[in-house]
């Protein structure tokens, strides 16, 4: 058999997956064995996971992760009030396919940052692209946007992503411009796309730091209304972490 030409044909087609297969297969005495028909479908079976690790790094790119995340890691022992059984379903994934919302929230260090990733993650892995963003820079840079007159073209980026993490909500109370923006970013997404929201604040206190009884009321509802609420408690994870040893 002509390895190299065959190797260099699938590399030229752009075949990367069957060719580094093709690579291992041809060195195998096992493989020597196998029908024609074993062989391709190994080969067509390399390049299909080839492709999909090539799709998953590139939305994994996109989403821009604060945290290297995965449901597998998720600390189920530390004691903060983490409901499994909600978290078990929101890991399947069915509410971003409905269109629906989580809200974490919960003091500093209880892990709200870290599980959102996870849920990112894991629907990158679920063929969903997914965006991160702390809202804080998130507008400063629709600030600067409004000024050089790329904003429409920012909005219709947040609302086209299928999961919208905004992370660290409510650090500080929104001016005018900030109101309006997140209420154009939520309506955008309401009914269409997934959002999750994390805040030191429970949303009881989400209409102070908006600062306009009509915006809170139309902020509000458009995240709250077909939410998931994971509300978190208990010490900050960073302190209960082992600390390294000298």
């Given at each position: ?90 890991i399947k994934g069915e509410w971003i396919k409905n ?53 429409g073209r920012r909005f219709k980026s947040l609302a ?59 902020i509000l509802d458009r995240v709250v209304h077909n ?20």
């Amino acid at each position: 058999m002509l390895t190299h030409p065959t190797l260099d044909q699938l590399n030229t087609l752009g075949l990367h997956g069957m060719a580094k297969a093709f690579g291992e297969l041809i060195d195998n005495d096992e493989a020597r064995g196998l029908a024609h028909a074993d062989w391709l479908a190994m080969l067509l079976d390399r390049e299909d996971v080839h492709r999909q690790d090539k799709r998953l790094g590139a939305r994994l790119r996109h989403a821009r992760l604060r945290h290297l995340a995965v449901p597998e890691d998720i600390d189920y022992r530390a004691p903060r009030g983490l409901d499994r059984g909600l978290l078990t379903a929101l890991i399947k994934g069915e509410w971003i396919k409905n269109a629906e919302n989580l809200v974490i929230t919960g003091p500093t260090g209880v892990g709200k940052s870290w599980l959102a990733c996870a849920l990112g993650h894991k629907a990158c892995r679920d063929n969903h692209s997914v965006l991160y963003v702390r809202v804080p820079k998130l507008f400063d840079d629709l600030a600067l946007a409004h000024g050089d007159g790329t904003i429409g073209r920012r909005f219709k980026s947040l609302a086209a992503v299928q999961l919208l993490i905004l992370d660290d909500w409510g650090l500080e109370p929104l001016d005018a411009q900030a109101r309006h923006d997140l209420l154009e970013i939520l309506e955008d997404r309401y009914g269409r796309r997934s959002t999750i929201i994390t805040s030191q604040l429970p949303v009881a206190a989400w209409h102070t730091v908006i600062g306009e009884a009509t915006y809170a009321d139309a902020i509000l509802d458009r995240v709250v209304h077909n939410a998931h609420r994971l509300d978190l408690s208990g010490d900050s994870l960073r302190r209960l972490a082992p600390k390294p040893v000298a």
